[in-house]
């Protein structure tokens, strides 16, 4: 077949597709129903390319052998000849491409399941190999950006698809980073469904255990309808629909420092990246932490743990010494009791702008770290117990804060002449250098409009307690002390350089 019979050929059964080749062979052979047992006497007729999604193009890489760049690209496509609507169908191109087909065949024989990608048929000539499957399928992308009109539909079908994190076992890889690639939505039912392309060429066992979990799904739902978003507000119970907007593809993780003079819990906090600073918006809750404080080491010095609680030290040891005490709060527990009552907390504060800046805090991580790794005289290091962070006051009980005295150096090994700083430092011995962070999750402006929608459609006023009080969460109060202290954004679960010693010491770093 020469460039311009290619051409005609191409036309004539591709209509509609953009920047495909054909090299030869016959279009119509070893496509049949019987995906496993092709058989060419059973032809059906021409495969019609509606739509490529690009998004989901596979591109590129290097092809098996070395011989090109091999490509899988995906199309909403018509079987004309056949009474079917429209399908979905991957066609692979480049050196390897035959190679990238049969591997890619051999997990959709491994796995037959309602949720994953259905093989209807195979197309497979000298020049070209694609699968034909079940339905026309939507990316998960493409589909959600149908419903960003409704923050409820939206937060649904997120939490419906968010079932792919429980697949990351068998994927080898987290599917949050690679669902553009793995997750479709069949277009007439809506259900989710998954490509067994991306995974790994080993399917674990463990794959069974996917399909255990209880996935939010309502049954007989089109979401295309005009009442979709009443028939889900009707369908969903105020609990789920919380637990919904809190799962992990919805709200937005945060991560910060701040002053280690303030006291920190369980509560609402507002940051203000633009001046770096930091509010606490409510009195803290009243939440005890998952696990008994303790402290991590992070290194081999273990210490020795003494009868008053505190831990000691011996000074040569000590040398990059770092240790972490992390508070836990039910995470999941506290961002369902936030977003029961964060449009009443709004009102209450005349607060519409800035609401994605109001973090939901779930977690506090007390830093020690002895930074200096030259020589350090001989003496003692002691370190307070995790229990001298809980502040005593009673109203503010689960707040914690770094205590007067965390940590001193001393040459008795008793402990009982504590060297001052200034002494300390005299003497040779390094600073001790104290941090405090917090973690907590933030929602966008449409979370909230979604759920003031949802409990008035429930029959809730949004800028009331009524929803909180019925499903027994704690009560939020305004907090009476509404003064901005230091924070700064950092990365997840990082600490300190020590090359910014203004910031240390605006942050209250040095002991």
């Known amino acids: 077949m020469n460039n311009a019979d290619s051409a005609a050929f191409a036309g004539a059964f591709f209509p509609q597709a953009t920047g495909f080749n054909i090299w030869g062979g016959v279009f119509t052979s070893n496509v049949t129903n019987n995906v496993y047992n092709p058989s060419p006497e059973q032809p059906f007729g021409d495969i019609n390319l509606i739509k490529e999604f690009k998004e989901m193009r596979t591109s590129p890489q290097s092809s098996l052998g ?19 609507a429209h399908m979905t169908v991957a066609l692979y191109e480049g050196g390897g491409a035959e190679e990238a087909w049969k591997q890619h065949l051999t997990k959709y024989e491994a796995v037959r399941h309602p949720n994953m ?75 989710l469904c998954l490509d067994l392309a991306q995974c790994e060429p080993e399917l674990s066992s463990r794959f069974v255990r996917w399909w255990e979990v209880d996935v939010l799904r309502l049954e007989n739902v089109s979401l295309d309808a005009p009442d979709s978003e009443d028939i889900v507000i009707s369908s969903l119970s105020e609990d789920q629909v919380h637990e919904l907007c809190s799962q992990y593809l919805i709200p937005r993780f945060r ?10 819990g369980p509560g609402v906090f507002r940051l203000d990246s633009q001046y770096g600073t930091c509010v606490r918006i409510t009195e803290a809750l009243q939440i005890l932490p998952e696990a008994e404080p303790r402290w991590d080491h992070y290194g081999r010095v273990q210490g020795e743990l003494l009868r008053n609680s505190w831990r000691r030290y011996d000074s040569g040891r000590t040398c990059a010494l770092e240790l972490v005490l992390y508070l836990s709060f039910r995470p999941y527990e506290i961002q369902k009791v936030w977003l029961a ?3 009443l907390i709004f009102t209450k504060l005349q607060e519409l702008e800035h609401v994605e800046d109001f973090v939901s805090v779930d977690g506090v991580q007390f830093t020690l770290r002895i930074p200096d790794k030259r020589h350090i005289p001989e003496g003692y290091l002691f370190v307070c117990p995790p229990q001298d962070f ?7 009980a689960q707040l914690y804060q770094w205590p007067a005295c965390p940590a001193y150096w001393s ?4 402990g009982a002449h504590r060297l001052s ?16 962070a917090v973690d907590g999750y933030s929602w966008d402006r449409s979370v909230y409009e979604g759920l003031r929608r949802f409990h008035e459609g429930k029959g809730f006023n949004p800028d009331s307690q009524e929803v909180a009080r019925q499903l027994g969460y704690p009560l939020y109060e305004v907090s009476s002390d509404c003064v901005p202290f230091p924070a700064r954004k950092v990365e997840p679960y990082s600490w300190c350089e020590f090359q910014d010693s203004e910031l240390c010491r605006e942050l209250g770093h040095y002991l």
């Open 255 to 264: 991560y910060f420092q701040v002053s280690t003079e303030h006291r920190i």
């Open 341 to 343: 009552q964060a449009n």
């Open 66 to 84: 070395g011989r090109g760049t091999r490509v899988r690209r995906v199309y909403t496509a018509k079987l004309e000849g056949c009474e079917s």
């Open 421 to 436: 700083t200034e002494n300390a430092r005299a003497l040779g011995f390094p600073t001790i250098h104290i941090e405090t």
């Open 117 to 191: 990608m259905q093989l209807y048929g195979l197309v497979s000539t000298r020049k070209l190999h694609g699968m034909v499957f079940h339905d026309e399928l939507i990316p998960y992308r493409q589909y959600l950006r149908r419903f960003q009109h409704s923050p409820i539909l939206s937060a649904y079908i997120i939490g419906y698809c968010e079932a792919t994190n429980y697949l990351s076992e068998v994927f080898q890889k987290p599917l949050i980073d690679d669902i553009n690639c793995a997750a479709w939505i069949r277009s007439a039912t809506g259900e």
């Open 411 to 414: 040459l008795d090994p008793s």
């Open 390 to 396: 809980c502040t005593s006051i009673e109203r503010h």
